[in-house]
């Protein structure tokens, strides 16, 4: 689960930690089956739900459902990532159509939506 983002990047790169970030919960709906397929568990650069609908671009094969997004600073927002993400392994899932952050996909689990806080 690594990303272009880990302690060194923002040690090197303070500007980058301080600034605006958003953690994001979603589901995955498979574009063919239209079946709900997963959660995804990630971080983008911004300030609101818009940046993660920005950020969701990417998933190839996948309709976004928001389930939660949380702001604070980006590297606060990397740290609780990688908190749900330890916390969660073992509900760990690989998505049908692969596409950049699959590896941050988890089985449909209320308690991961649940355990995103409100706040960071």
Sequence with gaps: MSGIYNE???????AEAEGPGVLYCVILVNKKTLE??????GIAYGKNWKDVL?????????????????????????????QLH???????????????GYTECFQIDNDIIRSVPKNI
């Design 8 to 14: 060194t990047f923002f040690k090197n790169h303070p």
């Design 36 to 41: 709900r397929e997963c959660i995804k568990i």
């Design 54 to 82: 920005r950020r969701s671009r990417g998933f190839t094969g996948y309709e976004v459902r928001i389930q939660k997004v949380v702001h604070s600073t980006l590297y606060k927002c990397w740290k609780l990532e990688q």
């Design 86 to 100: 330890e916390q969660f392994k073992h509900l760990k899932f690989s998505p049908t159509s692969k596409f950049g």
